[in-house]
């Protein structure tokens, strides 16, 4: 880089070509936070909002209607007959999922006025989500990948189909091997490496919005994929509640900063192209699970 | 997709269309281990591996240094001088990182044999990394990537350069802002999703081959960035060692598969493109940070 160092009297003269290659400074995600309009910002709706109260304190989930209608009205239907409440977190996978229902496989809680079984809502058509914000950037595991409606998304153009993909604190549906053998009973979060390979195999009902560490931190257990060995290692769940059936009071005052804005935009570039000083080389590039999704208290 | 099933007389007729969308079984990881000839497994060379011993077990990290020859051999004086000894995790981020140093900013432990700064290692030379093996998977972070003994690695022939990405369990040198500003004195270990942003600004010095549960389940400290803001929240190393440096009856018996060996192409196809009858869609791909690379006690 200093081949002309010797035909200069200085050795600082070198210093220039090697500030040259310094990146300036730019706007970070929290000044893109810090600047965003009140307009880019929704409030979460209550009655697409869980609240998992844990020992430790409380999940914020917002589900995703619009890519698993039926798992949501589902899920609703479970969490008003309270089934969730007393179940306990069965599974921690390390770099994986972190999954949570009922640890009783000899007498399963019946469900009340829930179904027991669901197609698998994998993927919809392309026509269902009319939110759609592409990412230019490329994706090895789906021709085209974006956010829709605040969550990460993917799609493509030649099947007709959409679909949530699995970043960190995505909600998906537990089943076994046939499509249809999930309801929403049985779910997890995902607290490692995007999975992205369950990506159209699973239903993705939404994402942890709020209290991701609680469940990150769960001790993996030893049994195979993750699950506790020992009912005393299983986290008792306390309740599951719909943020409507809650006093307004005791709500969480979340904001979520929505996928189509300005600011969302920004946010993903400040990801994709970082600025100096500490930074020395910009990606030039964000992986879909790498574009934070930011959530506040309202009003910031 | 059964379109034609009200010419036929049984609606059964439509389960074959639909039988033929199952995706065939096809060997898993799992499977792929099982059938491995010991050829494609290798020792952990006692000379680069260390075991950071916590309260609640052993964390075994592999050095790499074809990647990092300065600060592999830093880091090994900084371990023979007990440097790490009583020192502390500082630092759990969600989905980032987990860091380990000294807790004493006011009157830092100082260094003997090992030096205080050294220069960034961030890329190496291409020559240097003569056992790359390549993946066919693109990725959006760098024009190749693939293997280096034993770790995942991504270069770019126009520049010439190669370097390891931070996938999870990768562990790197904490820096200030100076590319010159670390030592291996203060490490850190990928704990999230992947922070490829992170390649090529940061010198990675190896991987944690065992015991990154014990790291990924620390507590997420309150402070920015994730750092403890009560010295008790920190968990003490109780010692850091080189592996030469434990007899022989105390070091773990750890062997890791070759990234350049046939067991080792099929396991990152087993991941590439998995098999039914769980799988419904196969991804056809499968990002670098998500091919596993699988460590086992000796012997299998």
Known sequence: MCRYAFALPFALACALPAMARELPPKPSTADVIKASPAADWRPLDPDNTLYMELPTGRVVIELAPVFAPQHAVNIRALVRDGYF??????????????????????????????????PGEFTVPLKNDKEFTRLPDRDGYAPQVGHSHGFPSARD??????????????????????????????????????????????????????????????????????????????????SVKLAADVPADQRSKLEVMRTDSASFKAVAEAARNRGGPWTKVAAGHVDLCNVPIPVRQQGG
């Open 157 to 238: 153009p030649k099947t007709g189909e959409a679909w949530l993909a699995h970043c960190y604190g995505m909600v998906g549906v537990g089943r076994d091997t046939a499509s249809d053998s999930g309801n929403g009973s049985a779910l997890y979060a995902v607290s490692g490496n995007a999975p992205r390979q369950l990506d159209r195999n699973i239903t993705v009902v939404g994402r942890v919005v709020d209290g991701m560490p609680l469940l990150s931190v769960q001790p993996r257990g030893a049994a195979p994929m993750g699950f506790y060995d020992k009912p005393e290692q299983m986290v008792a769940i306390k």
């Open 85 to 118: 409440d007393g179940l306990a977190i069965l599974r921690s996978q390390d770099n994986f999922v972190v999954q949570w229902g009922d640890p009783d496989e000899n007498s399963p809680r019946p469900f009340k006025t829930a179904k027991a079984k669901l």
